[in-house]
């Protein structure tokens, strides 16, 4: 439920943003307190509404008269601050409530985050009490907030010492408070402005997806910044997502706190290949939301996203004072994989107007000049190049030129004028501070780090392309089984033959064989399937049959069948006595030209996902696996496999025949819609290896494992 409230909520996300009030718990003129800094920043930033200091040895704070109690101050109330000790937060909670508090911003910490019984208790005492009043809350263990239209800073922190704050269409929603003050105060410097920062802490009861769609629905937020460490309800989050999309905002995340892999991770790849945050990773993927790992170019991302929403392609020009400066941010452009911009002749005559011929390209060196009139010579060189059509966004890498500043801004306002993004990156250090104030003044967005500029730009190019995919959920296929035919499986492992049948339902190939109870059934199923075959033996516990000889391949003939029956079935009850075997099945001898995994699992949070890598006993060291939120359509499925960086393999390189994508894409569609009707019951199921043969030959299951839940009553 999104609104879980006993009673209706006083007030919604946008009252809490702009209230018409706040009361300041423990309101003083001590700075070295909390509730003087939150006094102080709360009135020095012109913010409009009512400022009601809480304080009951005090007549007046900061000039506005104080209030004994909550109780006494005049309504409405619509925000309450707290940094009250954590053994005062549920009294004081209480007092809010009987109040008709709308809303506690509650800093103290010591709550859930502590991870102590008390702690949680207390914590569901405070959302108890509020919920029951219809009052929310925000936190505990967070920054408060800050509304930059309202002029109002709900927080102590000390980034708020600056003379205004600036308004922006970036929204940012912070699950850390310190960080939310830290991008707060960076992306300041950097001149970007906010429609909202807001920082959740615990998440008690607003959490971070009830902030993302306020700001969905906010005129003035053109792009949100989410930091998170957990999300609270990931279908929940999906929404919020899809919901950005549509209203054409873009959503940029920092994720951390990845959880350890579970319990099951050492059984099964698809589990340890697809942890939590590779989960995300595919999750923001389907749904067209930016993922990285850095909070500062999340924030100068979603800035450059506001000012050039599209980028027209995904072609950069380089542009440089120096022949050094062009050098490396072309090598380093390219190797960060992106794509030098071709210049259009049109555009390499024009350049040679001003430029001597080596230069006259794309990256250009601005040293190769035919004037003296560095200035002039910039402006002339960044217009035709920035109009050129190949080129999407331009790179500025700023060496040192002569008459600095004034080269550097005809390079900037040039390059603005044509209307595509224009990163600057600055080289030098304070040599370079009048280039710096120059393009602050233009507006023009510069980096002080080549890494932090290209991760920025690359961002850029990868979300033009994010958008671009195919984000439709696919149809249910008509062919499919009915969802209730997997109601009589049994919960826990299931064993290689089970766990082909299951697949064989949905349309997966798999390798023609049978269980045999003794060596001469096995011999009577080998003679029915056709020498060679393979056997192996089948017991629920096991899980790497090979690793315990339990794998036996290439039996030519009934002798050699007899010889693997004994060995094999020896070999398991030397590795695991005790272990119930349930016999051997004999199957098919296969080949492929390569072997894939394919799996799905459930996710906690997302759902069932799919899975492919390549597979075989390099899986793990190959680390080339790729995820989508299942379901998937062949498409999608002959999409995810063009991520691999194997891709080249299954496509066909140096001569070698192209392999049977579509068997695979088939396969994938397939798996995914079996995960998404097995629902919870589902806790993975791959394949590993399934055998790939060349265009038009199919594919083939080796192997199948499985792990089914309990249905849930
Ligand atoms: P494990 O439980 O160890 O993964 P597998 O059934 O996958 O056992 O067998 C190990 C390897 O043997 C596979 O990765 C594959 O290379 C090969 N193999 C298994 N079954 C067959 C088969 N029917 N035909 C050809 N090769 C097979
Ligand atoms: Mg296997």
């Known amino acids: 439920m999104d609104s879980p409230q006993a009673v209706p909520p006083r007030l919604d996300i946008g009252g809490i943003a702009n209230p018409r009030s706040v009361a300041v718990f423990g309101a003083s003129d001590n700075k070295d307190k909390f509730g003087g800094r939150v006094m102080h920043y709360l009135t020095r930033h012109g913010f409009a509404g009512r400022v009601l200091p809480i304080n009951p040895n005090r007549a007046e704070v900061l000039g506005f008269p104080a209030f004994r109690s909550i109780a006494d101050a005049p309504k409405p109330i619509d925000v309450a601050i707290l940094a009250v000790p954590a053994a005062s937060l549920v009294q004081s909670v209480g007092e809010c409530a009987a109040a008709g508090v709308g809303c506690c911003v509650v800093m103290t910490t010591g709550f859930a985050e502590a991870g102590t019984d008390e702690g949680r208790d207390q914590q569901r005492r405070i959302v108890e009490t509020a919920r029951a009043a219809g009052m929310r809350i925000v936190g505990p263990n967070c920054m408060g907030m800050i509304s930059p239209l309202a002029n109002m800073a709900l927080t102590s922190s000390l980034v708020l010492e600056i003379d205004r704050i600036r308004t922006g269409s970036v929204g940012l929603v912070s699950q850390s408070g310190a960080l939310m003050v830290s991008i707060f105060n960076r992306a300041h410097d950097a001149g970007i402005g906010f429609s909202l920062c807001v920082s959740l802490g615990n998440q008690s009861d607003l959490e971070i997806c009830d902030f993302i769609d306020y700001l969905v629905g906010d005129a003035a937020t053109k792009a949100i910044c989410v930091y998170v460490e957990g999300f609270k309800d990931g279908a929940r989050f999906l929404r919020s997502a899809a919901a950005c999309r549509a209203a054409g905002k873009p959503l940029v995340i920092v994720k951390t706190g990845r959880t350890p892999a579970g319990e099951r991770a050492a059984q099964s790849h698809t589990a340890s290949l697809a942890g939590s945050y590779a989960v995300l990773q595919a999750a923001c993927r389907r749904h067209g939301a930016i993922l990285t790992d850095d909070p500062d170019a999340m924030v100068r991302l979603a800035d450059l996203l506001v000012r050039w929403p599209t980028l027209g392609g995904d072609g950069i020009g380089v ?271 296969v080949r492929g030209e390569a072997e894939l995994i394919v799996g799905v699992r459930r996710d906690p949070l997302y759902g069932p996902v799919v899975l492919v890598g390549f597979g075989g006993v390099l899986v793990e060291v190959l680390e080339d696996v790729q995820l989508a939120l299942a379901p998937i359509s062949p498409a999608q499925g002959e999409a995810l496999m063009r991520r691999l960086r194997l891709w080249p393999v299954l496509a066909g390189v140096r001569g070698r025949k192209p392999l049977d994508v579509p068997a695979v894409a088939h396969v994938l569609s397939r798996l995914s819609w079996l995960a998404v009707d097995l629902g919870e019951r589902l806790v993975d199921l791959e394949v590993n290896p399934l055998m790939v043969r060349t265009t038009g030959g199919g594919v083939v299951a080796a192997d199948a494992r499985g792990m089914l839940a309990a249905l849930k009553a």
Not at 395 to 411: G, H, S
Not at 536 to 543: E, I, N, P, Q
Not at 580 to 589: H, L, N, S
Request: proline residues 8%; glycine residues 10%; aromatic residues 4%.
């Open 319 to 589: 542009v440089s004072p120096s022949g050094g400066g062009a050098g490396i941010g072309v090598d380093r452009t390219v190797e960060a994989g992106m794509r030098l911009a071709v210049l259009s002749d049109a555009t390499k005559k024009r350049l040679l107007e001003v430029l001597i011929p080596p230069q006259a390209d794309n990256p250009i060196d601005l040293g190769g000049r035919r004037s003296g009139d560095v200035a002039g010579t910039a402006g002339k060189v960044m217009t035709p190049m920035a109009q050129d059509p190949d080129v999407a966004a331009l790179l500025v890498v700023l060496t040192t030129v002569p008459f600095y500043e004034a080269t550097t801004k005809e390079l900037a306002s040039a390059a603005l004028a044509s209307g595509k993004p224009v990163l600057f990156s600055v080289t030098p250090g304070s040599a370079a501070d009048g280039p710096r104030r120059g393009l602050r003044e233009l507006g023009c967005p510069y980096f002080d780090s080549l890494d932090q500029a290209l991760r920025v730009l690359k961002l850029m190019v990868d979300y033009r392309a994010l958008k671009a995919q195919d984000m439709h959920a696919p149809p249910r296929p008509g062919d499919l089984p009915p969802p209730a035919s997997l109601r009589g499986l049994q919960a826990g492992r299931l064993t290689e033959p089970e766990a082909k049948r299951l697949l064989a339902a949905y349309g997966v190939p798999v390798t023609r064989e049978a269980v045999a109870a003794s060596p001469e059934a096995a011999v009577e199923a080998a003679g029915r399937i056709g020498y060679p075959v393979a056997l192996k033996v089948v017991a629920r516990d096991l899980v790497h049959k090979s690793d315990v000889g339990a794998v036996k391949l290439g039996l030519a003939d009934e002798a050699a069948l007899r010889t693997a029956w004994q060995a094999a079935t020896e070999s398991v009850r030397r590795h695991m006595p005790g272990a119930a075997i349930d016999g051997c099945v004999v199957q098919e001898m």
